[in-house]
């Protein structure tokens, strides 16, 4: 409204102007306006300075003004850019570049259900804006998020392609319920559970990352609630944080056509250090003289180095993007328009994944009153995939255990070129890893349409009415053959396919109303709404064996005799909610927040459906004050309190239900018949899992602006957990756990987030930083006796383990030792940690620590005329684990192990021993499989050239850069990558050339 | 404006209504136990998922075989696991997660029981097919507490399919009241089952030869009871004096993969990898590692665990049984025969009884064979023990059971009749009672008997060095300890 009047004032004083002029000689100025994205920028004030002579640029960015002189200043301004002044000189052309100089303090926040301003938030929220994003090759926004916002704990917990990746928001804040934020994506909330379909029965799944349907390169901003203030909003989900994903939308102005593009080649992060031929023939004698068996390798030695299975499995991989993007407007219709292909080989041999995305957004104002928008994408994805968890005991293994684990006295083919298939000595269901992962087909294929449309009604003057229906459907296929020449499981079965089906839609409506007024003083911004949400699941998997030979595979499962397996299941949940804010402000002093939300979930047991979450937060800011004022030093300065309710309710459905299934099979007579039995001890009391969190914040900006700083402690207690635990056997329920509403843990931690222009002029440098510390305790287990991995005053996740300190080498040591009088040299020692001067199985202490201590990210941006050259550096610290256990295992023969075992004991090395020998009669778990997973890591450096504008003026903003990812790790870890652990996939390290061009 | 702000109320309004509706959970793809049960079908699944229990990986499928054999002296384990490794050596504690798993699987079984014998006489069917029903849920039923009786010794009764958790916590029961509970379970099945069932399912001749074992252990137990010997006997007596159950002639086809459901087979549980459902890997896990030609498609075993050398030796190489149980010999790559003693792990395999040679795929090998309970030859061999128990050797027919088994194995295949083992005579009460272990142990060897043999005879100590007068029971898993709330103590000396 105010840019109309401003025209309007404009177009008179233009009228005025040109009528004074009129008496005088007159020329004429032009030129063209762009920004510092060289957008054409329409719209922009031209002045002459100290006069009523005026004008402004039209959709293309140009002006032209008469003036009656050659000599003057003309000024340039607009909303958030910076206002220039320019000496005409007897000049008739001037172009000119504004610069975008947004306060940080004016930048708007997406809150649940409306927006606010940087300085009238009092929550605790990050935000990630698009320009943090761009010119870094990632597939999925959480890759991209990782390090970037305090607070926020990103896990890629695999290397995969399309891969899970695991998001925690001030830690986990519940043990069996789902720990991942809720995401709210275009206003449609998302849970990013998994949408695969299950895999063979022997474990064989692939979990993918449904996220990794959205594609990066559409996301316009992402904003991290963290506290109860701002989560409490989406109430029964938000205890684990809530990320809101706006995606770009068009924006008044001619139409931008921009192309992105890049292409790289990615590598295995790091190879492990893992024996090789002779060196693991050693061992495997040492095990058999150890165990009274004949010594299989006479001369160790000759075999030499063998096979380096990483370097057999492992490939350097190459990927490309390609996205074009279409944007502007037309009359009262806004519109975005991309299409992405990103194609991803994997490193592992036969993987990869390729994806296709399409999306419209479009808003079209149908009167002042009434405006509709509406967002759709449609998105495939398309993975060669492997799988990635060891199951089945061993009977398929991941890409990462097979590179690791498969002996180095392997040849991968034989000596007539054939894959060999002789399993080496101690080898339990065998097979060649590069045979197998050639051979064996899986294939994962997924659409996913979402979309929305908004009705934003102006009912009056500051009242809104506004109605969402969203979707959000997904089909996924999932096919996987395991030949039974090539793979151990596929030989026992012979061969092994899998078929699978599975289709998750969620429909959301909302409908809420806004008030927004302002009394003098008092500001008042009001919600109140109410939102349904079901989501629908269905999969259906087919398991046929017995094929007659490999050549059709899953593609022809008619000829195969084996009994298959089949399966199906369907699925749903429905929640209904109410809620209510009130934003209040005094003289933009002080602030305050109030929110409810209702919510009816039919995942709980009847008459414990509702729960209630309110919050409450008060802002003050103190940089309003006169004395604060007084000092010129803050630009703002606010100190923030606030304190919620939140709740969890991410289980599955129906466990307050007594279930029957009628899948327990047997054989009578020669034919399979199906049997009932009960699946599951009902809990007639399931309710909410509620979360109650204190946050005290402080953000304050220095120097006009160039220094932000932000502080937040929390406190976040989890009450009524909702906790799977062990009930007894008598019970009838076997190793089934009974989902109670039982035990309490908090997380508590600080968060620091800093932002700095350290250099403005010419060279600029500009420094982001952001540091996290959480501690999640453990306080009670309420009914659960406990487990190996929950102990009271610990994290979750932490195991019960000996000390260890050290091998026996000789009896002699033994005798001295004196507490362990049963071991025999090559045994383990172990710490009495009670000092009851025995050592027993109460010795064990909680060891590992599950989640880091802190982290930190340290975004480093220097710029020179068109050069960008960005270090971005990511930082987890204190996090120590056990890894791939058979790696370190001196007593198990089947697969190689890590290279320290060339020390393992044996009588001849008893003296400089430094590993327990493969007889140790006391191995058990101890802090020698403890690693420390600890890592310092240059996540992407990033050198972009930006062209100017002269040199090629018939484009717009184009630029070329140089990017490269993970390509430095610092780390004791003697795995793969620390983040993600070597049992899966293995991750990469990745350079890419890109390109951006706007037209 | 009034419209849309009317029509925006009517919205809010009927969502209100229909919420209750909204958020009712609506199951799709399982049933509700509380109107599952309305006819026959029903309740003959409810009992086939009893039987289907057994085969859990967790019971006669893995654990079943692995825990008994692994402590007794017939096996050792080789590529095994630690806890393998832990039962073979005796060095296990009451935290190794074997026991954990199979006495999960029993209660899991024994609450499937639980619920046809408490749900199924409500059911409107045939009456004689519902009775019959219950009668084999009591055997199953009976069956998992005699295994737990004899390994745990006290345990909880649950009597009751358990609703609440509340009634969950169950106490030790004396083994007094376990037997009688079994009993009475066995004697109910009896009165009711026709002297055979199709095949996989339980019948008279099953139930009887169950009650005859379980009177034969309480016999020589703390619960011993005047004239548990003399019900052995003529239960056993009983058994084969029934029509349908007789020896087989040769040895070779009393037990294994093709051979089920033979004449001599009294209770045998049915899994096959090739029909579908549950499977026992015990072929898989015996077969030896690094040996060819012995599993089709050139595949080999995993030498999981292989037969003792001193157990193996322990067997004369005159005894045709000795050959019919332990593979020998194999290949190596290069197609070289070699004898067990060559092999990279050189123990013998005792994976004959499980295999089936018929079988041309890997699947059908090694993963076809069924877990016999119970055999007539076991009957045979009980009533000789327990005969000799109630007055020597000389009693009734001792001498004719056991002579009969030993008949048997002389007769070889029938193409070449041996001499050995020679029939028995005039032996004291206590060569004969060492007489039948050692028949036993040849006869029944790897099918699951004889750990329970030398604790029911109380050899342990003496066959096993390492064992200590705590090994006579298992120690209760420590976990069913700490999550029952003070319920349940430990075994002495655990």
Same mark, same amino acid.
């Given at each position: 409204m105010k840019r109309i009047k401003l025209l309007h004032f404009l177009a008179l004083a233009f009228i005025c102007i040109s009528m004074q002029a009129g008496a005088q000689q007159r020329t004429t100025l032009s030129g063209t306006v762009t920004n510092d994205q060289q957008e054409k920028m329409p719209g922009v004030t031209v002045k002459l300075k100290n006069t009523n002579t005026g004008t402004v640029t039209d959709e293309q960015g140009r002006y032209s003004l008469p003036v009656t002189a050659s000599e003057g200043t003309l000024v340039f301004s607009f909303l958030n850019y910076a206002t220039q002044e320019v000496a005409i000189g007897g000049r008739s052309r001037i172009d000119i570049v504004l610069k975008n100089e947004e306060s940080?303090?004016?930048?708007?926040?997406?809150?649940?259900?409306?927006?606010?301003?940087?300085?009238?938030?009092?929550? $605790?929220?990050?935000?990630?804006?698009?320009?943090?994003?761009?010119?870094?090759?990632?597939?999925?926004?959480?890759?991209?998020?990782?390090?970037?916002?305090?607070?926020?704990?990103?896990?890629?917990?695999?290397? $995969?392609?399309?891969?899970q990746i695991e998001v925690r928001i001030r830690g986990a804040s519940s043990i069996n319920a789902g720990n991942e934020p809720l995401y709210v994506i275009d206003g449609v909330p998302y849970y990013n559970g998994s949408q695969d379909p299950d895999g063979t029965s022997y474990g064989t799944t692939t979990p993918t990352n449904a996220l990794a349907s959205l594609n990066p390169n559409d996301i316009a901003s992402v904003d991290i609630l963290k506290d109860a203030s701002a989560t409490a909003i989406y109430g029964s989900r938000g205890s684990n944080g809530v990320v809101i994903i706006t995606t770009k939308r068009g924006k008044a102005g001619g139409m931008r056509v921009n192309y992105n593009g890049y292409f790289g080649v990615q590598q295995v992060v790091r190879k492990v250090d893992v024996m090789n031929a002779s060196q693991h023939a050693a061992f495997l004698n040492a095990w058999a003289a150890a165990n009274n068996n004949p010594i299989p390798f006479p001369h160790p030695d000759s075999l030499g180095k063998g096979t380096d299975w990483q370097d057999e499995i492992f490939r350097p991989a190459v990927m490309q993007n390609h996205q074009v993007s279409m944007s502007g407007s037309m009359g009262k219709s806004r519109y975005y328009i991309s299409g992405n292909f990103y194609d991803q080989e994997g490193i592992v041999i036969n993987t990869g994944m390729k994806r296709y995305t399409f999306r419209a957004n479009f808003d079209q104002d149908i009167s002042d009153r009434l405006t509709v928008s509406e967002t759709f994408a449609y998105s495939k994805t398309d993975s060669k995939s492997v799988p990635i968890n060891g199951a089945g005991k061993g009977n398929v293994r991941s890409a990462g255990e097979r590179a690791l684990l498969t002996s180095p006295i392997l040849s991968v083919y034989d000596s007539k070129g054939e894959f060999n298939t002789v399993p080496w000595y101690g080898a339990t269901k065998f097979e060649n890893p590069v045979a197998s992962l050639q051979t064996t087909y899986g294939n994962l294929q997924r659409d996913n349409v979402t979309g929305n449309i908004t009705l934003s009604y102006k009912l009056l003057d500051g009242l809104v009415a506004k109605s969402l229906v969203g979707v959000n459907m997904t089909n996924t296929d999932n096919k996987e053959y395991y030949p039974r020449s090539t793979t151990y499981i596929g030989g026992v079965l012979g061969g092994l396919g899998f078929l699978a089906n599975r289709r998750v839609s969620n429909v959301l409506n909302e409908n809420t109303l806004t008030y927004s007024k302002v009394i003098s003083k008092h500001k008042f911004d009001v919600l109140g709404g109410m939102t349904t949400q079901s989501e629908k699941d269905f999969s259906a998997t087919n398991q046929p064996t017995l094929f007659p030979d490999d050549r059709l595979g899953i593609n022809n499962i008619d000829g195969a005799t084996g009994v298959p397996m089949v399966s199906s299941l369907k699925t749903q949940w429905s929640l209904v909610s109410f809620i209510g804010r009130v934003n209040y402000q005094y003289a933009g002093k002080y602030l305050l927040t109030a929110s409810i939300r209702a919510d009816g979930s039919s995942k709980f047991a009847d008459g414990h459906k509702w729960g209630y979450f309110p919050s409450v937060a008060a802002g003050y800011r103190l940089s309003e004050e006169k004395f604060i004022k007084q000092l010129g030093l803050f630009d703002d300065l606010k100190l923030r309190v606030s304190y919620g309710v939140t709740g969890n309710q991410e289980v599955g459905s129906y466990q307050s239900l007594p279930r029957l299934v009628t899948d327990a099979s047997y054989i009578v007579g020669g034919q399979l018949l199906s049997g009932a039995r009960l699946t599951s001890l009902a809990n007639r009391d399931l309710t909410w899992e509620e979360s109650k969190q204190l946050d005290v914040g402080l953000n304050a900006s220095f120097l006009h602006s160039r220094i932000n700083v932000g502080f937040d402690y929390y406190k976040k207690r989890t009450e009524n957990l909702l906790f799977s635990i062990d009930i007894p056997a008598t019970s009838g329920y076997g190793s089934s756990k009974a989902l109670f509403n039982t035990g309490s843990l908090y997380n508590r931690g600080f968060e620091v987030d800093l932002s700095a222009a350290l250099l403005t002029h010419d060279f600029k440098w500009d420094l982001s930083a952001n540091f996290s510390r959480n501690k999640s305790v453990l306080t009670s287990l309420g009914e659960s006796p406990g487990t190996t991995t929950l102990f009271v005053g610990y994290a979750p996740g932490t195991k019960l383990g000996q000390v260890y300190l050290g091998v026996f080498h000789d009896q002699k040591e033994i005798d001295a030792y004196g507490l362990q009088p049963d071991a025999k040299p090559g045994d383990m020692k172990f710490a009495d940690t009670n000092g009851d001067g025995k050592f027993t199985g109460d010795d064990r202490l909680p060891i590992g620590t599950p989640m880091p201590k802190y982290i930190f990210g340290v975004t480093n941006t220097f710029s020179y005329k068109g050069f960008d050259l960005t270090v971005f550096v990511e930082s987890s610290?204190?996090? +120590?684990?056990?890894?791939?256990?058979?790696?370190?295992?001196?007593?198990?023969?089947?697969?190689?192990?890590?290279? +320290?075992?060339?020390?393992?004991?044996?009588?001849?090395?008893?003296?400089?021993?430094?590993?327990?020998?493969? @007889?140790?009669?006391?191995?058990?778990?101890?802090?020698?499989?403890?690693?420390?997973?600890?890592?310092?890591? %240059?996540?992407?450096?990033?050198?972009?050239?930006?062209?100017?504008?002269?040199?090629?003026?018939?484009?717009?903003?184009?630029?070329?850069?140089?990017?490269?990812?993970?390509?430095?790790?610092?780390?004791?870890?003697?795995?793969?990558?620390?983040?993600?652990?070597?049992? @899966?996939?293995?991750?990469?390290?990745?350079?890419?050339?890109?390109?951006?061009i706007g037209f | 404006m009034k419209k849309i702000t009317g029509f925006l109320l009517t919205i809010l309004l009927l969502s209100c209504f229909s919420c209750k509706k909204f958020i009712t959970e609506k199951p799709y793809s399982f049933l509700s136990p509380a109107n599952y049960f309305e006819d026959g079908n029903d309740a003959y699944a409810a009992l086939l998922g009893v039987y289907s229990g057994l085969g859990e990986n967790s019971y006669y499928s893995r654990f079943m075989f692995l825990v008994p054999t692994l402590i007794s002296d017939e096996s050792v384990t080789i590529t095994g696991d630690a806890a393998s490794k832990q039962m073979d050596a005796l060095s296990y504690s009451s935290t190794l997660s074997s026991f954990l798993t199979l006495w999960r699987a029993i209660y899991v079984d024994i609450m499937r029981a639980n619920v046809v014998i408490g749900r199924v006489p409500g059911v409107p069917m045939d009456e004689a097919l519902k009775k019959q029903y219950i009668a084999e849920a009591k055997f199953l039923r009976a069956l998992n507490y005699f295994n737990l009786v004899r390994f745990w010794g006290e345990v909880p009764l649950v009597k009751d399919e358990v609703e609440k958790l509340e009634d969950a916590y169950v106490g030790r029961a004396s083994v007094k009241d376990v037997y009688?509970?079994?009993?009475?379970? %066995?004697?109910?099945?009896?009165?009711?089952?026709?002297? +055979?069932?199709?095949? @996989?399912?339980?019948?008279?001749?099953?139930?009887?030869?169950?009650?005859?074992?379980?009177?034969?252990?309480?016999?020589?137990?703390? $619960?011993?009871?005047?004239?548990?010997? +003399?019900?052995?006997?003529?239960?056993?007596?009983?058994?084969?004096?029934?029509? $349908?159950?007789?020896?087989?002639?040769d040895f070779q086809q009393a037990i294994g993969a093709n051979h089920e459901f033979n004449p001599e087979s009294l209770f045998e549980w049915n899994g096959d990898r090739e029909i579908g459902g549950s499977f026992t890997s015990a072929a898989q896990f015996a077969l030896p590692s690094g040996v060819y030609g012995l599993v089709p498609e050139n595949a080999t075993g995993e030498s999981w665990f292989g037969g003792d050398r001193d157990f193996y030796n322990s067997i004369s190489d005159q005894d045709y049984r000795k050959a019919s149980t332990f593979i020998t010999s194999g290949k190596d790559i290069d197609g070289n025969d070699l004898y067990y003693t060559s092999w990279p792990f050189p123990y013998p395999s005792p994976a004959r009884k499980f295999i089936?040679?018929?079988?041309?795929?890997?699947?059908?090998?090694?993963?076809?064979?069924?877990?016999?309970?119970?055999?007539l030859a076991d009957v045979y061999l009980m009533r000789a023990e327990a005969l000799n128990e109630i007055g020597g050797p000389g009693t009734e027919d001792a001498y004719a059971?056991?002579?009969?088994?030993?008949?048997?194995?002389?007769?070889?295949?029938?193409?070449?009749?041996?001499?050995y083992p020679a029939d028995l005579s005039g032996l004291s009460q206590a060569s004969f009672r060492d007489s039948v272990l050692e028949e036993r142990k040849v006869e029944l060897a790897y099918e699951g008997h004889r750990f329970f043999d030398l604790i029911r005879t109380k050899r342990l100590l003496s066959v096993l060095p390492k064992a200590k007068e705590k090994h006579y029971l298992l120690p209760i898993p420590n976990t069913e300890i700490l999550l029952s709330k003070g319920k349940l103590t430990q075994n002495t000396g655990w």
């Open positions: 940080k303090l004016d930048e708007v926040v997406v809150v649940g259900y409306g927006t606010l301003q940087r300085k009238d938030v009092t929550g $605790a929220i990050s935000s990630v804006t698009a320009k943090d994003l761009e010119n870094q090759p990632a597939m999925t926004l959480e890759q991209l998020m990782q390090g970037k916002a305090s607070g926020v704990q990103i896990t890629q917990t695999t290397g $995969a392609p399309g891969g610290v204190g996090r +120590k684990g056990d890894d791939i256990d058979l790696l370190n295992d001196p007593t198990d023969l089947t697969s190689n192990k890590y290279k +320290k075992f060339v020390n393992i004991w044996t009588p001849e090395n008893a003296e400089t021993a430094t590993v327990p020998g493969p @007889g140790v009669s006391n191995y058990s778990y101890s802090t020698f499989d403890i690693v420390d997973r600890s890592y310092f890591k %240059l996540r992407n450096i990033r050198l972009s050239y930006t062209f100017p504008h002269s040199l090629i003026p018939f484009l717009g903003s184009t630029a070329v850069y140089l990017s490269g990812e993970n390509l430095i790790t610092i780390s004791d870890y003697p795995g793969f990558d620390p983040e993600t652990g070597s049992v @899966g996939y293995p991750t990469t390290k990745t350079v890419v050339l890109g390109l951006n | 009688d509970f079994i009993i009475q379970d %066995l004697e109910d099945a009896k009165a009711v089952l026709p002297d +055979k069932n199709p095949d @996989g399912r339980a019948g008279k001749g099953s139930v009887t030869a169950l009650l005859a074992k379980v009177y034969l252990t309480r016999a020589s137990s703390e $619960a011993a009871q005047e004239g548990d010997y +003399k019900k052995c006997a003529d239960l056993c007596k009983e058994v084969i004096g029934m029509s $349908a159950f007789h020896l087989m002639d089936n040679p018929e079988s041309t795929t890997r699947s059908g090998y090694a993963f076809g064979t069924n877990y016999v309970v119970l055999r059971m056991i002579n009969a088994i030993r008949a048997r194995a002389r007769h070889g295949n029938g193409s070449s009749v041996s001499d």
